[in-house]
């Protein structure tokens, strides 16, 4: 539950979130979206040709998930962040250290790891990301151009997801099995982390919004 119980959550089903929350959130979100694409190129190449299949597969989602961290950079824009300042910048510790162990993993151990990735950021956002997203707008009253991130990786992400449960019923050695589920654990501890992380406010109030900052975009 270290995911599913960050204060987070609960602060902005409360009215406890502000846009810096937001935007911290949206921050970390980028330095690791950067990364998918990179990440499943790397993973395809060290396949094995007995996992021909996954490489198949992952041919198809680099397609679908290619410059989605783009879009996280358009809706910090909306929210009256510097794009440009946020894309030269650095993550989060446990951001850093999470695409790091899924690199290492990928070169160094087996690189089927990668889906454990996959696998917790997936399945939080079908959970998670349209009622919080809605939650957030309805709080801070920013415009839908700020939430692309959220909503299109929330519940409308459902099919992809089966798409890669089923792909993931294919992988049958006991190694991939368990590389995956050490990734998974591990990716879950640290992007746990980052959602413990995020800057809250103390109390709800009127103070939250900011529709100073989002009126030019």
Known sequence: AHVTDAPVIEAIREGRFDLTGYTWFLTQA????????????????RLPERLEFVRKA??????????????????????????????????????????????????????????????VLEGTSIELATPLGEAIQKQLGLPDEAFSYLYSHGALDQEHFEFFRNLMNEITDPDDQQAIIEAARMVYRLYGNMLHSIPLVSVPGPSNRKEQRHEAA
């Not at 980028?30 to 190449?45: D, E, R, S």
């Not at 009256?80 to 160094?108: C, F, Q, W």
Request: hydrophobic share 40%; net charge negative.
């Open 30 to 45: 980028y330095h690791h979206v950067k990364h998918t694409v990179p990440l499943m190129m790397a993973c395809g190449g």
């Open 58 to 119: 992952l041919v198809e989602y680099i397609e679908e998930e290619y410059g989605h961290h783009e879009w996280i950079l358009n809706d910090l824009a909306a929210c009256g962040e510097d794009k440009e300042a946020i894309r030269h910048g650095t993550p989060d510790t446990s951001i850093e250290l999470m695409v790091a162990y899924l690199y290492d993993r990928i070169n160094r151990g087996n690189p089927a790891a990668f889906f454990g990735m996959v696998q």
